[in-house]
């Protein structure tokens, strides 16, 4: 089950960096670059992209996988790391040459 968890949420990952990368700023007019006021800065909003709509989504996904992940790990081992690790023993000393 947790597999399936890992694996949504690196897709999810992936699909929201695309997404967020397509989308274009606030001010992708040609007046911003040089400093000039743009009337999309200050002006109303215009309707939500499908893009947007997406990124939505992929957000809220992201955070119930990544809250299901944290509550998952905290729930997982018990102790530090080392505890669990195997013992290594010292090798045996070698016999006495017989003579």
């Given at each position: 089950?947790?597999?399936?968890?890992?694996?949504?949420?690196?897709?999810?990952?992936?699909?929201?960096?695309?997404?967020?990368?397509?989308?274009?700023?606030?001010n992708v007019?040609?007046?911003?670059?040089?400093?000039?006021?743009?009337?999309?800065?200050?002006?109303?909003?215009?309707?939500?992209?499908?893009?947007?709509?997406?990124?939505?989504?992929?957000?809220?996904?992201f955070m119930?996988?990544?809250?299901?992940?944290?509550?998952?790990?905290?729930?997982?081992?018990?102790?530090?790391?080392l505890e669990?690790?195997?013992?290594?023993?010292?090798?045996?000393?070698?016999?006495?040459?017989?003579?």
């Amino acid at each position: 089950m947790i597999t399936l968890v890992e694996i949504v949420h690196v897709l999810v990952c992936a699909l929201l960096i695309g997404i967020v990368l397509l989308q274009g700023g606030e001010n992708v007019d040609i007046t911003a670059a040089f400093g000039g006021t743009s009337q999309a800065a200050f002006g109303p909003r215009g309707s939500v992209t499908l893009l947007a709509k997406i990124t939505w989504v992929l957000g809220a996904i992201f955070m119930v996988t990544s809250i299901t992940l944290a509550v998952h790990a905290s729930r997982g081992g018990t102790g530090a790391v080392l505890e669990n690790a195997p013992v290594k023993t010292a090798p045996a000393a070698p016999a006495p040459a017989k003579k």
